[in-house]
């Protein structure tokens, strides 16, 4: 069964802070590993790594894939209060159940003044 | 470019009961796929739809059940409702030939009383 762990569960920091954000995973033929920033209810896309691009930068965020140690972390410099939510991992894997992706529970990070 | 919408927004039933929950997908997106994320944890996949026909599912019982239109929105249908049912229930949409980048709508909070 495909799993993904992420850590820490929660995370408190100040603004102007950097942070990063870790992603462990076990998947059946790993296609890809998507981060998600959800506030209020819609989880939103962030990067999506994959064999041939393990690296991903865009403005304060970045993400880098370990396809040896099977992990991934999100990093975000000089925090902002608008960076507090959850960050979610997911993972595609080649399995039995379609583009399914395999989320982990999720680090909540809150960024304080 | 029109994003993910679902409807409704919330809903209260009670035990026993059943219950249909929309999406529309994003412009372009022929994949749904529907996510249950149970508070405090991450999304769990539920099932996938492309080209009107279940594509993949995870484990969840018979009694969720889901359709795929020609015009590629789609509904969860769950029967029988428990209280462990009450979540946020997401649907996400992804484009042909990029089906692991999956986009989310702000989901459906669904509570069994």
């Known amino acids: 069964e495909d799993k993904v762990v992420q850590s820490p569960l929660s995370l408190v920091v100040h603004e102007g802070d950097t942070v990063t954000l870790n992603c462990s995973y076990e998947?059946?033929?790993?296609?890809?590993l998507l981060w998600y920033k959800q506030e209020k209810k819609a989880p939103t896309f962030l990067f999506m790594l994959?064999?041939?691009?393990i690296e991903k930068k865009s403005g304060r965020l970045s993400s880098i894939l370990d396809k040896k140690e099977l992990s991934s972390i999100l990093n975000i410099t000089a925090t902002q209060t608008g960076d507090s939510a959850i960050y979610l991992c997911?993972?595609?894997?080649?399995?039995?159940?379609?583009?399914?992706?395999?989320f982990g529970g999720g680090t909540r990070l809150m960024v304080k003044p | 470019e029109t994003g993910v919408t679902q409807s409704p927004t919330h809903l209260i039933k009670t035990r026993g009961q059943q219950v249909t929950l929309r999406c529309s997908s994003q412009?372009?997106?022929?994949?749904v796929s529907w996510y249950q994320q149970a508070l405090g944890q991450g999304p769990q996949f539920i099932f996938q739809?492309?080209?009107?026909?279940?594509?993949g599912r995870g484990n969840f019982p018979p009694r969720f059940s889901g359709l795929q239109f020609p015009n590629y929105s789609s509904e969860l249908n769950v029967n029988a409702l428990e209280l462990d049912d009450s979540a946020l229930y997401l649907c996400?949409?992804?484009?042909?030939?990029?089906?692991?980048?999956?986009?989310f709508g702000p989901g459906t909070r669904l509570l069994v009383l």
């Open positions: 996400a949409s992804s484009s042909p030939g990029h089906q692991e980048t999956q986009y």
């Open positions: 998947v059946t033929n790993f296609r890809s």
């Open positions: 994959t064999s041939s691009g």
């Open positions: 997911a993972v595609g894997g080649d399995n039995n159940a379609g583009n399914m992706l395999t």
């Open positions: 412009s372009g997106h022929n994949t």
């Open positions: 739809y492309y080209r009107e026909e279940e594509n």
